[in-house]
């Protein structure tokens, strides 16, 4: 039991979950006379990370039932927080999802708001802070899934079938603690733990998995999120070498540019799909730039993204923006290139497989 069960029929549902909130053991409770690793090898499989069980059982069995992987985890989402590209894409950026990176069958996405990581403490039967101030990274991976019903695109409806799609599925998510009223969020993280897991290799007498069962997915979750740090770290550096676009001398005072920092100005609004496009471009070719609330902008403007022209908005739809920007800058540099995945030195707890080669 990993977390406060106030009803009957929440502690049915909680025996029946398929998740874990928060992170209740101590890593010296998790002791036990052999070292399991079922879960960790279930899941290298459902991911598809390794090509045999011999690679799959190399790498779990680098697996520490006494360290606790869910702090580990959130300490590497915070060295992602810190990398230069991840923090000024948080400032320049509208976007809710502007720091979302998929690396190598991974893909993360770090939270923009500042919140306390929290883990669930059972014999206090409450939520317990154990960093201040940060942000909370979710997590997802490639993987097939077998889907009973699904979209039929020729006719363009819900067909019932069993087919199997490979996609994208959250593994590690954040929630936050709804009873908590303090002025920074309480939250904390939930494995969803794989469809073809769900009753797989459950220990307990509630048919709930085992405090050491839950670090073992934590285990997983904190080295695809090591990985994911490695290759950004990469990018990163390729980001911080690049030299920025300049505008060309006959557009340097324009009323598009800001008088203090130099930077190309747009107007948009989080959840502008127009908006996400503009901004790649700018950043991909690495155009300095900044994105504003388009509330209290002068001029009655309608749609985004949009310019100022004095008083004068235009451009929404992105495509005069973007033709614009083209005039101002030089585009004779070459395009941001795509990140390149980069196997870290150190096996743990990073997976190595096959297709990570270069």
């Known amino acids: 039991m990993r977390r406060l069960v106030t009803s009957l029929a929440a502690l049915v549902g ?7 909130e928060g992170y209740c053991d101590e890593p010296q409770k998790l002791q036990q006379t052999a070292k399991d690793t079922t879960i960790v090898e279930k899941l290298l499989e459902t991911f598809e990370l390794f090509d045999s069980d011999a690679e799959r059982k190399a790498w779990a069995q680098k697996y520490d039932p006494l360290v606790d992987y869910v702090t580990k985890y959130q300490e590497t989402a915070q ?13 320049h950026f509208l976007a809710y999802g502007r720091n979302s990176y998929k690396s190598a069958g991974v893909s993360v996405t770090v939270g923009s708001s500042v919140v306390d990581f929290s883990i669930y403490n059972e014999e206090k039967y409450s939520y317990e802070v154990k960093r201040k101030n940060v942000h909370l990274m979710g997590l997802a ?8 019903e699904h979209y039929d ?18 593994f590690m998510e954040t929630h936050c603690d709804s009873a908590h009223n303090g002025k920074v969020p309480r939250c904390f993280y939930n494995i969803n733990v794989p469809d073809s897991m769900k009753g797989f290799g459950l220990r307990d007498i509630y048919g709930s998995y085992t405090a050491d069962q839950w ?9 695809l999120a090591q990985l994911t740090e490695n290759n950004l770290k990469t990018e990163n550096a390729k980001w911080l070498a690049r030299p920025w676009m300049k505008v060309k001398e006959e557009f340097r005072g324009a009323a598009q540019l800001d008088k203090k920092t130099g930077e190309f100005v747009f107007y948009g609004y989080d959840g502008c799909s127009n908006c996400d496009v503009l901004s790649d471009f700018l950043f991909d070719h690495h155009i300095p730039f900044v994105e504003r609330e388009m509330g209290g902008a002068p001029g009655q403007c309608s749609g985004a993204p949009y310019i100022l022209d004095g008083k004068n908005c235009y451009g929404a739809g992105g495509v005069v923006i ?18 390149v995945p980069v196997i870290p030195a150190s096996a743990e707890p990073v997976p ?4 990570f080669k270069d």
């Open 14 to 20: 909680l025996y029946s979950s398929g998740s874990h």
């Open 79 to 91: 060295r992602i927080w810190k990398l230069e590209m991840v923090q000024y894409k948080h400032s």
């Open 141 to 148: 991976v490639w993987y097939a899934k077998l889907m009973h």
């Open 153 to 170: 695109s020729q006719k363009r409806e819900m067909v019932q079938g069993d087919v199997t799609f490979k996609m994208y599925q959250q």
């Open 215 to 223: 670090n073992q997915f934590d285990y997983v979750a904190a080295g």
């Open 322 to 339: 973007t033709d614009l920007v083209k005039k101002m800058y030089d585009f004779t540099q070459p395009a941001a290139s795509e990140a």
């Open 352 to 355: 190595k497989k096959k297709r």
